[in-house]
């Protein structure tokens, strides 16, 4: 418990008095039917508080911000590692491992003369960006090792270390793998190593900085470009290469509440939203891995706000926006098509309203397509195409509009279709579209056994209080839109749809990190019962601000198992037996 107490409930328990005390003001007005929809300084208090007590929580314990920086290709090359023997004897190497598929062969000699083998080791995909303890068939007392390797393989570190785990001073003849010894650690954890898709995302993003072809190419280029520039900001290190995703998600929440505050006005119910979203699992979790969901519902997000305001303002700045964020979402990730869809029914139902109210004419229709064929088509299109410029560094194509650019980015069109269409795999933490609307199976994405008994893990699920109320919201919302004809509760039901029919009808391996963008809108339809409630319950402010503790209560319980702190057993795993905690 000490660790909770050190790095989050300070900050936490501050974060639920400071937005407590500042609604407190506001209940009563809250509490009378309708609210401003205009930005005002209360809003502007409740958004920031909310903002940067998550931050702060986001990014504490994000990970280690010292990592070796200098790496060599040791393809064909062999090293040479001299250890000061006065240090002790070496038992084991930890080695720092860069990008590259390939192996090591470890060897050593006393005199010059006579070689004799140590170890090797292998470098698969998933060993990239880690540390290794290799252990040594002998014991180093004397004389010089030698590493090679085989393969494109980059190596960052070798640092010799003895039996009881002190640390041999050593030199090599290739100095970027001995200059950064102290950096070593005792063991791999996730603060110091990447852990599941990182293997991929921020090794790509390291590629893209450095000119390397990249390895994934199974998704869009701009989210990896995204995550280099933490990496850039940061250094190659773990919370480098998590910095982005953690700040998009923070970034989230202020996007959030003023996205609430348009369909619902008042103070109470966009901050009720978004203190959902930041209590979430799911935000806090999926937000700071360095993969690419992040970006794709950061930019859905984006989205479904422009379009909101154009629609119900008809402010062509707001459709243009639409039209960007969408061109860079799908540049991050296909995933973003599917909200794509989703807004192309929603401006196909503004037109119908339009003709038949007469606020629109043929003129006007022709008018606003051809700008939508300029915003969501070419604009998106020149944006997708530019993103591929670090693939074209790395194969010398930088002739944005020659053929062979061209060719490249059509090429790997093809590639990304073929792969995920005909994707055969399993996988032990795999769900269905299903089990995503009950919270049934969770994604694990790291577990550690600690030799002290206890073990470290957490994985990616939605917090139970707003997958299970955001479900039934949606019902809520499905009768005030067929019976009311409610505009909030039609426009949030249709982006949750657009998010989740898709992958009904997918066949292929799918994860619970899928029903990210989801959330989004669970958050906004559990806002519009709150609205709801407002105007028709009494005393509904209270319900309301339980609702948003009893989340933020849940999320405290949960934290270990979202954050990687240790604990004794796996407790929570009695809520379902499908949890893997």
Known sequence: ??????????????????????????????????????????????????TLLYAVVAFTGLGNTESPQSFVNLEGQTASIKPDLSDGAVSKLMLFTGVGIGSYSIDYTTDGSDSYHLADFEQSHAEVLKWHPVSLDYEITGGTIFIRGS????????????EDGRIVRASSDRPELTDEQSLCPDRQTFMNSSYFDEIYHART???????????????PPLGKIIIGLGIRLFGMTPF???????????????????????????????ASCTVLMATDFMHFVQTRIATIDTYAVFFILLMYLFMYLFITEERLWALALCGISFG????????????????????????????????????????????????????????????????GVAEGKTKLFSRDYLNMVLSNQQYMF???????????YSSTWYQWLLDIRPILYYLDYLPDGRHVSFGAFVNPVLCWGGLFALFVLGFLAVARRDLPSAYILLGYLAQLLPWVLVQRLIFAYHYFPCTVFLALALGRCFDVMLRNVRRGWAYIVGFAVLSFSVFVLFYPNLAGLPVASGILRSWLPTWPF
């Open 328 to 391: 860079l979402g799908a540049a991050s990730k296909w995933t973003c098509f599917y909200a794509g869809a989703g807004l192309a029914v929603i401006w196909l139902l503004w037109v119908i309203h339009g003709f038949r109210t007469g606020t629109l004419d043929l003129k006007g229709f022709v008018k606003n397509a051809l700008f939508c064929v300029v915003f969501f088509v070419l604009v998106p299109c020149v944006i997708y195409y530019l993103s591929y410029y670090p693939y």
């Open 418 to 428: 073929n792969y995920h269409s005909q994707l055969s795999a399993t996988h032990p």
């Open 240 to 270: 480098g290469w998590r910095f982005s995703g953690t700040l998009f998600g923070v970034l989230m929440l202020p996007i959030l509440y003023y996205f609430a505050k348009k369909l619902f006005g008042g103070h109470l119910v966009p």
């Open 1 to 50: 418990m000490y660790e909770i107490a050190k790095y989050f409930l300070p900050s936490a328990c501050f974060l639920l008095i400071a937005v407590f005390f500042m609604l407190l003001p506001d209940l009563r007005v809250c509490a009378l039917a309708g609210g401003s929809r205009r930005f005002q300084r209360a809003d502007a208090l409740l958004m920031s508080a909310i």
């Open 151 to 162: 393969g494109g393989v980059w190596l960052g570190e070798v640092v010799p270390v003895t």
């Open 205 to 219: 993003a390291w590629e893209h900085l450095n000119g390397v072809y990249p390895y994934e190419i199974t998704h």
